[in-house]
């Protein structure tokens, strides 16, 4: 157990819904990273918060949003879902900004059909 | 967006052999980092790297940081079956306030017994 907590584990939805993963961090880590894992295009970076705030933006599309709660877990929310969007999502979080690396939850798999 | 190039993207060995793999990049950064991922699961780091030049071991496992710090190498000694998986390399510029990580695509390992 690494200690960051996503729910669901996997998720299997239609086109055009929404859906929500939730990240609980690690106990006392005040960052929270979102990546996509498919598996063309390996672990691509979504977004990263900091203590609430947003800090860095990567390949996240406009339908896909997040935030991070003042109990500092985090959720992704995935709209007008398209069969692309069949991933491994994951979480990760660090105490500051990743200097040390970071710990990774154990995935949220989405499946869109 | 970014991507480091990772080689070989796969490799079939017998056990008790050693293992190499590398990563590069057209861009410099000042940490390089190395996961391994099993089925299922998330990303568990391995080893970090933080300085130029920098070697560094965990067990059986040595990294290597490049001097141009626009590469890094990871050997495996003596491979077991457990040892089978997905190695990623990672490059991060921390400071400031982001520190998300950039991804090779992998290196999958498939060690027979």
């Known amino acids: 157990d690494s200690g960051v907590t996503q729910t669901p584990k996997h998720l299997i939805t239609a086109t055009g819904q929404r859906v929500t993963l939730r990240c609980s961090p690690r106990s006392g880590d005040l960052s929270v990273y979102w990546y996509q894992q498919s598996l063309d295009q390996g672990l691509q970076f979504l977004i990263q918060y900091y203590n609430g705030e947003e800090r860095a933006k990567g390949n996240i599309l406009e339908r896909f949003s997040a935030q991070q709660f003042p109990d500092l877990h985090s959720e992704l929310n995935l709209s007008s879902l398209e069969l692309g969007d069949s991933a491994l999502y994951f979480c990760?979080?660090?105490?500051?900004?990743?200097?040390?690396?970071?710990?990774f939850g154990s995935g949220t798999r989405l499946t869109v059909v | 967006g970014q991507q480091l190039n990772q080689s070989p993207q796969s490799m079939f060995i017998q056990e008790g052999e050693d293992v190499s793999m590398n990563c590069t990049s057209s861009s410099i950064f000042n940490t390089w980092l190395w996961y391994k991922q099993d089925p299922g699961e998330g990303p568990v780091l391995l080893i970090a790297?933080?300085?130029?030049?920098e070697l560094t071991s965990n067990g059986r496992l040595t990294a290597q940081f490049g001097i141009t710090r626009k590469d890094s190498f990871l050997n495996i000694s003596a491979s077991i079956p457990s040892d089978v998986g997905i190695y990623f390399c990672a490059g991060m510029n921390y400071g400031g306030s982001q520190g998300n990580l950039i991804f090779g695509k992998g290196t999958k390992l498939s060690v027979k017994p």
């Open positions: 790297l933080y300085k130029a030049g």
């Open positions: 990760a979080s660090s105490v500051g900004s990743g200097s040390f690396g970071y710990t």
